[in-house]
Structure formats: structure tokens, C-alpha cells
């Protein structure tokens, strides 16, 4: 192979392919190396190096030096074979090591197409794939449009390279933040957690170092001006601002925002908050199908309930009646764990056995019988949950088909009922004045030429 030739094909490969001119004479010297042990044994000590400067190949094997013939005489067509799948395997890496690098960061490309749900998208001289999965619903994507996504994955399949985008990650809500907003990238205000539901609502938790820059309105900006740039790269989604708290009591109720929480209640061993508030604004604090409190709850790491204040005494009362049915529960051992927040036997059934043993100076065995009575007991309720909703399924099912059995009953009826007759109009309903033939009488129906007139003499034809 002359030294020159194979320069000017290290060169092409590193600015075409932008592979390392290292990586592709290292990838050589392996395929050269692949090929001598085809032609002289698995077995031979096969040594190849390749000058980086002059592009010379000196080659041994078994610790002899191979001449230039020798060299060219090592199985032209295998060696040329294994270099190129060698460099795609080169190229394959050095895309893994660029992209690797970029998972979680903001690209843009061109769409080129779509293929059963999936978009192809063009990344420089690469193709990144936009699953259904990663899109945020109700979005279609044309031809030639631009597109902004985030890397989500990167992986290697065969000689390629799988680029997978992302818009419904939560980290695309974060870099389109640092993009529109300076404090953000500057360090000054910080995102500290992002809970969302791609298409519809975003929760972001921020915070700023600089105790004169207001961290939410910074995110807003004037007139909302910057928050509705990011609404409108995520088709409309609603994004609500959160001002972080390392005080769950804080965080809680800001996360649960626009509602009003009244109280937050922390049951620290089972992660489960309870957050209460008025009959007002209870259906605001759970939100459209539970968003609301579901996605505060993603926000703040905590299992949050959204309760009244007398919901939560009925819940307390029901707890303490299920509790005190367990053999060898005492009611203080009940009413202490009511205040930690256990409220079902479900939540008895995962309680850490020190904990109980602590709480009423029990034995571990009292303790593994309480627990597995918990257990059975939260079988039974389920089961029988399970069978009140087949019953009310079926209820509702019967319902149905008595309702659509009567309306078909009536339909039936009035389709066998026959015709009502025509009224048959006898001239003596007419109006006054009205003639059978539609023309004005002031004489009435009966009045004729030859009817006598108002004095009852005859009239003269």
C-alpha cells in the first residue's frame, strides 16, 4: 500500500467523517493485523504499525519482520474488506463519543419524514429519530420544518449510531428555561425540580441566589412575555412556577398553587403528607382528573392527600375503628399511629416492624401478628372493593338495558299506533264570510241569488 495514498486517505476520512486521524490508522493497523492472522494462523504473533508522518508499514510476525512485498501479498481483498468495516466500526464510535456527550442537551434539526409514528430528523450529517413516544400529543411535524428537541438517547446499533429526541422529557422544559432566560444560564436563579405532563401542565421549582431578584417573575417576565416563549415552543402547555422550599411545609402548599392550603400535616415514616383545605377549593387543589396534586406531588417527592378537615376526622375515626378490630391493639398504640399518619391497613402492612415494637413496648412476635392481621384484613377489604364494583358495574349494566328496553318499548308503540283520521271540515265550521271556493260572501255559506233578503222578500232574478 503506498505511504502517500494511504495519508490522503487518513485525511479524507478525518474531514468527511470527522474521525480522528489516530482512530482511523489505528483501525487500519488492526484490519492489516485481522487479515495476517487469516494467512499465516490464528496462532501467529502479529504485530502492524503504521508511521502517522509518512504513512510507512512495518509489520512482523512471530517477531519477524515481513518486507514491503510481504506487506502486500497479506490478502488484499480480506485486508480491504475488514478496513472498511473497521473504520464504520470507527465511525460508529466517534458518533458515540460526540453525541454521548450532547444526551440532555438542546439540538434543532430539519424533519425529513415520518414512518409509522416515527419522525426522522436531520442532525448535520446525521439522522436522529422523534418516537411517538418523546412528541408532545397532538403535534405533527412537515417536511422541511424545523424542530427542537433534546437528546435523550444514544446507543450504538450495528456500524450505526441511534439518536433518539425527546420533546415530552422534563428536560426539554429546562433547556428552553435556560434559553430564554438569562438569570437561569447566568447561575443566578436555579431550577430545582420539574414535574410535567407533556401537552397539558408543567410544574417548575425554582430558586435564586440573589435574594433581590425575584425568581418567579425573572421566569414570567414582562408582561409574561418570556414564559410565553416557552408556552409556545410546547404547544400551549400551561406551566406553573414554583418558588422552592428545602422546607417541605413550604414547598407543599406552593406546589399545590393557585389553591389555598390551610394546613400541611407530614407523616415522615410512610413519605406521605397531608395537605388540608377548604370545601372551596378542593376541586382546585386536585385539579382537572387529579393533575394538580399529582403533579405537586412529583414536584415536592412527597405522597400528598388533599383533604377537608372533616374528611381527615372521618378518616382518623374510620382508622381507629379498623385498628382497634386487630387482637393485641391497644388504643394507644392506635392512637399513636393515627398521628403518624397510618390510616389503613394497607399502610399497617408496610410499617417497619422497630417502629411498632418501639411504639408499644410489643414483642417481635406480637408485632409479626399484628402485621400479618393488617395484611389479611387489607385482602378482605379488597376483595370485597373488588366485589363492590362488579356489583355496581352489573347494577349499572342493568340499568342501561331496562332504560333502552322501555325506550324501545315506546318506540314500538307509537310506530303500531294507526294514523289519527283527517277532520272532515263541514261547512258549517268555515268562518263567516268565508265561500267554498275561497271567495268573500257577506251573506254567509247559504246565502244565494235566490235566497230571500233581510226583509224575507224574494229577490228578482
Sequence with gaps: MNPQELLRIVDSLHREKQISPDLVISAIESALVTAAKRQFGEEADVLVKIAPEG???????????????????????????VIIQKLKEAERDARLDEFYTQVGQLVTGIVQRTERGLTIVQLGNVEA??????????????????????IYE??????????????????????????????????????????????????????SSDQRIDCVGACVGMRGNRIKNVTSELAGERIDIVR??????????????????????LCDMIGRAIALVSDEHLSQAIGR???????????????????????????????????????????????????????????????????LMEMGNLS?????????????????????????????????????????????????????QPPA?????????????????????????NSSPDATNQNGEESQS
Design 421 to 445: 283520521p283527517a277532520k272532515e271540515v263541514v261547512a258549517s265550521e268555515l268562518p263567516k264570510g268565508d265561500g267554498p271556493d275561497g271567495a268573500s260572501n257577506p251573506d254567509g255559506p
Design 289 to 355: 382528573f387529579g393533575q394538580n396534586v399529582r403533579l405537586a406531588s412529583k414536584l415536592c417527592s412527597w405522597d400528598i392527600e388533599i383533604m377537608t378537615a372533616s374528611e381527615l376526622e372521618k378518616q382518623i375515626e374510620r382508622a381507629m375503628e379498623m385498628f382497634m378490630q386487630i387482637e393485641g391493639m391497644t388504643e394507644g398504640i392506635a392512637q399513636q399511629l393515627v398521628e403518624q399518619g397510618y390510616l389503613s391497613y394497607d399502610d399497617l402492612s408496610v410499617i417497619e416492624p422497630d417502629a
Design 154 to 207: 444514544v446507543k450504538a446499533a450495528g456500524n450505526r449510531v441511534k439518536i433518539i429526541l425527546s420533546r415530552s422529557h422534563p428536560s426539554f422544559v429546562q433547556r428552553l428555561f435556560e434559553q430564554e432566560i438569562p438569570e437561569i444560564s447566568d447561575g443566578v436563579i436555579r431550577i430545582n425540580a420539574i414535574s410535567r405532563e407533556p401537552g397539558y401542565r408543567s410544574k417548575v421549582a425554582v430558586s
Design 364 to 416: 417481635e412476635e406480637e408485632v409479626d401478628a399484628i402485621v400479618q392481621q393488617a395484611d389479611d384484613k387489607a385482602a378482605e377489604l379488597e376483595v370485597e372493593e373488588e366485589e363492590r364494583k362488579i356489583k355496581e358495574k352489573a347494577d349499572k349494566e342493568r340499568r342501561a338495558t331496562e332504560e333502552l328496553e322501555a325506550r324501545e318499548r315506546s318506540q314500538t308503540a307509537a310506530k303500531s
Design 55 to 81: 504513512g510507512q508499514i512495518s509489520a512482523t510476525v512471530n517477531g519477524k519482520a515481513l518486507s514491503q512485498d510481504e506487506i502486500g501479498r497479506i490478502g488484499a481483498q480480506t485486508a480491504k474488506q
Design 129 to 150: 429519530i422523534l418516537p411517538r413516544s418523546e412528541q408532545i400529543p397532538g403535534e405533527s411535524y412537515h417536511n422541511g420544518s424545523r424542530v427542537r428537541a433534546v
Design 244 to 265: 422552592w422550599s428545602d422546607d417541605p411545609m413550604v414547598l407543599i402548599p406552593n406546589a399545590l398553587q393557585p389553591a389555598e392550603v390551610e394546613q400541611v400535616l
